[in-house]
């Protein structure tokens, strides 16, 4: 099973991307997931996390306001609308699935990742 995100890229400051993370076969719709960042040099950060239903979201203080998790469970898809985005945000983006079906924010809760996908913010 695997992890696929999408839709980084380089955007001007204040600019908006979406960020997309699909499973490879539908197996991760009763799961938790969530979005982390890794800035080069620094340990990876928890962005947001979203509840199997979609009924709880957790967003790291910096981005809340901001960005946005959703999902789609048909598709056991989850979804990072980051709207005014500002040159701290750039980083390498991954999503993942929690072991089990919660909003978590911790790491080690989480047992699969996607591959990354590098967003970049211009000044």
């Known amino acids: 099973v695997q992890l696929q995100a999408s839709g980084g890229g380089l955007v001007q400051a204040g600019g908006s991307l979406r960020l997309s993370c699909a499973a490879s076969?539908?197996?991760?719709?009763?799961?938790?997931m969530g979005w982390f960042r890794q800035a080069p040099g620094k340990e990876r950060t928890f962005v947001a996390a979203?509840?199997?239903?979609?009924?709880?979201?957790y967003y790291a203080e910096s981005v809340k306001g901001r960005f946005t998790i959703s999902r789609d469970g048909a598709k056991s898809a989850v979804y990072l609308q980051m709207n005014s985005l500002k040159p701290d945000d750039t980083a390498v983006y991954y999503c993942?699935?929690?072991?089990?079906?919660?909003?978590?924010?911790?790491?080690?809760?989480?047992?699969?990742w996607g591959q990354g996908t590098l967003v970049t913010v211009s000044s």
């Open positions: 993942a699935a929690a072991r089990g079906a919660a909003a978590v924010t911790v790491t080690s809760q989480y047992n699969y």
């Open positions: 076969r539908n197996t991760f719709s009763n799961n938790g």
């Open positions: 979203i509840s199997w239903r979609g009924g709880t979201t």
